[in-house]
């Protein structure tokens, strides 16, 4: 008995169970006739009366078997559904998106979790459904895309690549993309799954950082810079003050004035450093008290035509001043700031240009804005620098060597000016072919 109990107890297939009881059962039976020795004409009659009991027997273990296999396949159903359950929450709530795609000619999407659908600015799933893979990066990628997706799914390993996302709406973003194949039973490639994350924060952190980097260097360059320039006036001085302390009995008066005149120019070279350090200090804090006029721009430059020729002399250049065809050009800032900003471009194409060259002053009028340019024939700018010259403490030279004097907050300041006047500075230079300076300030009615 025991035995039976454990034979009933294995996990058989219900079909060879079945097969066994009737086997089992043709075994009583005859067992049965034999043992009680029945004459052989009664033989047909107990095995036929036997066996018409065979089909209700069955009838029950069927019914049985019937009911256990739909409780067993409910209880599996409901186990698939929780751990679909499961899966599908764990996808709601990862971060990045997940999606699906067939191997086939068109790549169509099969799944996308909605953390997916969000980011690229879709309604619901059945809006990729309709898409290929293709669709959701930039089309400028699309050679580079295929060509891996099959080096993917011929060798069937996981690839990470950096792509470019296109939302619905045309936005392009940067992405990394996990790639794994997806094996079916005859272990082939039916599908791949990906793992797609955004990486726009990242590159603007990085890009923060980088910028961070970028300005602590100049800070440590500027105060290099300005502690060499603030040491050299107060040098020159020291040493003029220590003469005139010494020997102003023995001097004469020419001789006097040579030494007060050297004393005198080297305080305003150390004023300037003052203040330039204070006005875009001022600026910063929003403590720069900002003046408005209305005036002719046209006009106020060549009013001081004179005064700008002048910077040019102790390197014998010349600056021609080209007009626009316009009498007029109104703008609304003060005056003053925005000769600083041209006596600057000037000042500098002076410094770094080439002696006896031509700086030219020209003015372009739009319908909306008026455009000053200084054009010099100077050293030029390296590509790399272009886009810093308008920083604070950047200079055309970086190194305690070079030529020319400040501590690179002219270009910063000039910025700073224009801007808050709602105009624009811009610089156009390749090396050894001089640079065209410029600001552009938005015209008024008079």
């Not at 999407?109 to 990729?128: A, E």
């Not at 924060?201 to 910028?211: G, V």
């Amino acid at each position: 008995m025991r035995n039976i109990i454990h034979f009933f107890s294995l996990k058989i297939p219900r079909k060879i169970i079945s097969v066994l009881l009737f086997l089992l059962y043709f075994a009583v039976v005859i067992r049965f006739v034999l043992e009680y020795s029945y004459p052989p004409q009664s033989y047909f009659l107990i095995v036929l009366f036997s066996f018409s009991n065979l089909p209700s027997a069955l009838i029950f273990i069927s019914k049985k078997s019937n009911r256990e296999l739909l409780s067993e396949l409910r209880a599996t159903e409901k186990a698939l559904q929780a751990t679909y359950r499961h899966w599908d929450s764990l996808l709601s709530l990862l971060p990045q998106a997940v999606f699906s795609y067939a191997n086939n000619a068109t790549g169509n999407i099969l799944f996308v979790n909605d953390f997916g659908v969000k980011l690229f600015g879709y309604r619901d799933l059945d809006d990729f459904k309709k898409m290929g893979y293709l669709d959701i990066f930039d089309k400028s990628q699309k050679a580079r895309i295929m060509s891996e997706r099959a080096n993917l799914i011929e060798k069937k390993n996981t690839m990470i690549s950096e792509y470019v996302g296109l939302k619905k709406d045309g936005t392009k973003f940067p992405v990394a993309l996990y790639s794994t194949p997806i094996i079916d039973d005859d272990h082939k490639v039916s599908g791949v799954l990906g793992i797609l994350i955004d990486l726009s924060e990242i590159k603007r952190f990085k890009e923060t950082i980088d910028q961070l980097h970028s300005l602590d260097q100049a800070k440590d360059d500027f105060l290099n810079i300005a502690a060499h320039e603030l040491k050299t006036p107060l040098t020159s001085i020291l040493v003029v003050s220590e003469i005139l302390k010494t020997k102003s009995k023995t001097l004469g008066d020419q001789e006097i004035g040579k030494e007060i005149d050297l004393l005198f120019g080297e305080a305003e070279r150390l004023k300037k450093i003052v203040d330039q350090i204070l006005t875009a200090t001022r600026f910063e804090n929003k403590h720069n008290v900002i003046k408005n006029e209305t005036f002719d721009l046209l006009a106020l430059i060549k009013d001081h035509i004179s005064s700008l020729k002048s910077l040019a002399e102790p390197r014998k250049s010349q600056i021609n001043f080209a007009i626009t065809e316009r009498k007029e050009a109104w703008v609304s800032a003060d005056p003053d700031k925005i000769l600083e900003v041209l006596n600057n471009f000037v000042d500098n194409a002076v410094k770094y240009g080439t002696p006896d060259q031509t700086i030219i002053i020209k003015t372009i009028l739009s319908a909306t804005e008026v455009k000053v340019e200084v054009t010099d024939q100077g050293i030029g700018i390296a590509p790399d620098k272009i886009g810093r010259m308008f920083s604070k403490f950047s200079q055309l030279e970086n190194s305690l060597a070079r030529t020319q004097e400040g501590i690179g907050l002219g270009l910063y300041i000039c910025r700073l000016i224009v801007e808050s006047y709602k105009g624009r500075v811009g610089v156009n230079s390749a090396v050894g072919k001089g640079s065209t300076f410029y600001f552009s300030l938005p015209l008024v009615k008079k």
